[in-house]
């Protein structure tokens, strides 16, 4: 089992900056893939990025190429989402999540953390 714990979340102005991170404990993330998704109120959950955890690679929703970034830290087993320029449809609450596997944009992962709430105002 892996637990997963969100921090970083806070209120930013529009094109402002902030750093999610998630810790990852119980296991070594060695073929898993991790993945950070939102929920704005009313809303689905929404794949935002991603990251197979042994080989590095990445995934981006297309709304968020080129400003946020995805990576992790093999020695902390912790995953980072560095969001830059940030805009008020960003807002939502941000959930880190794993799965068996690679990245899928789909809910379909098998361990969430409890979510951070990101509010970037205008």
């Known amino acids: 089992q892996v637990q997963l714990v969100e921090s970083g979340g806070g209120l930013v102005q529009a094109g402002g900056s902030l750093r999610l991170s998630c810790a990852a404990s119980?296991?070594?993330?060695?073929?898993?893939?991790m993945g950070w998704f939102r929920q704005a109120p009313g809303k689905e959950r929404e794949f935002v990025a991603g990251?197979?955890?042994?080989?590095?690679?990445?995934y981006y929703v297309d709304t968020v190429k080129g400003r946020f970034t995805i990576s992790r830290d093999i020695a902390k087993n912790t995953v980072y989402l560095q969001m830059n320029s940030l805009k008020p449809e960003d807002t939502a609450v941000y959930y880190c999540?794993?799965?068996?596997?690679?990245?899928?944009?789909?809910?379909?992962?098998?361990?969430w953390g409890q979510g951070t709430q990101v509010t970037v105002s205008s």
């Open positions: 999540a794993a799965r068996r596997g690679t990245v899928v944009v789909s809910a379909a992962y098998d361990y």
């Open positions: 990251i197979n955890w042994s080989y590095g690679g990445t």
């Open positions: 119980g296991r070594t993330l060695s073929g898993y893939a």
